[in-house]
């Protein structure tokens, strides 16, 4: 009677100070026999336990960084990265796969908040045309959808800060939504020039094209003092073509140019991110382009 009267109060005492918790028998709810000696055991081994997690620091126990450490720490980072570019990437696919079907206000600000999140989370460098990175750029790219950066609900797009569906070059607007059309940028780096093609079939036999029309406009293009990224494009060529026939009107930029003012002689197209597979860019007219490259599609 004694030994159970001190175990209960030793018990008691114990789990006050956090470092014992009575164990119920599951089908009595009274306290298990536990001896003495045990209990004693137990609260010594928790109390150690617990004093030797609150001791422990890093001032108590420096530890030296190592390069391995570094390098995991950074490899890590690298994949967390990939990881969250990858899911960026998907959302703005289906965004912009939604869009093209339904064509709502809401859709294409889904649209406009996957390519702002991606271009937040992997931009491009701000010396992009300076780096070895640029050589990405080069080669043909299909545009997969272009809307106006900044839209209201209540008034709709402005045409002077970018159109859905819309690629302007020079004060030249393009459609690129019509049925069977298919746009490419180009950027050839070799030759310091780009280029923007819409194709479309014309004269269709059930259902097939019998010819395709070609509108090209094309100029040379150089690093712009503003950003890094950002190309300086004064297109200068407008070439027309239908089936094999090709004609290009050279003397029609300088015209226009004449005709316009020197403010119309420059566009701008800046690459806000860019992959093997994927660029996402700004132009001057307001207007965001999503493109990939053709064997993406």
Not at 69 to 88: E, F, G, P, Q, Y
């Amino acid at each position: 009677m004694v030994l159970w009267r001190y175990g209960v109060i030793l018990m008691t005492a114990a789990s006050r100070a956090g470092a014992f918790t009575p164990s119920l028998h599951p089908q009595t709810r009274r306290v298990s026999c536990i001896s003495e000696a045990g209990l004693l055991r137990e609260a010594w081994a928790k109390a150690v336990k617990k004093v030797s997690r609150n001791s422990r620091s890093p001032e108590s126990e420096p530890r030296t960084v190592t390069w391995r450490d570094i390098r995991d720490r950074v490899s890590l980072r690298k994949r967390k990265i990939r990881r969250a570019a990858t899911m960026d990437k998907t959302s703005l696919f289906l965004a912009v796969t939604l869009a093209k079907q339904i064509g709502t206000f809401e859709s294409k600000e889904r649209v406009r908040h996957a390519f702002e999140k991606l271009e937040s989370s992997l931009p491009t460098p701000e010396n992009l045309l300076d780096t070895e990175q640029a050589a990405l750029l080069d080669g043909s790219w299909d545009l997969l959808y272009t809307i106006a950066a900044d839209v209201s609900p209540e008034t709709g797009e402005d045409p002077t800060r970018g159109e859905y569906g819309k690629v302007n070059a020079g004060g030249i607007r393009l459609s690129t939504t019509d049925e069977g059309a298919q746009t490419t940028q180009a950027f050839d780096l070799e030759n310091g020039r780009i280029s923007n093609t819409v194709t479309k079939p014309f004269l269709t036999s059930r259902g097939t094209p019998l010819f395709y029309t070609m509108t090209k406009v094309s100029g040379p293009f150089s690093r712009s003092p503003v950003s890094g990224r950002r190309a300086d494009v004064a297109f200068d060529t407008l070439e027309f073509g239908i089936g094999t026939y090709r004609f290009t009107l050279d003397w029609f930029f300088p015209l226009l140019y004449t005709i316009k003012g020197p403010e119309e002689t420059l566009s701008w197209l800046e690459t806000t991110h860019l992959s093997d597979d994927l660029r996402l860019g700004r132009g001057n007219k307001g207007s965001i382009f999503i493109l990939a490259r053709p064997d993406l599609q």
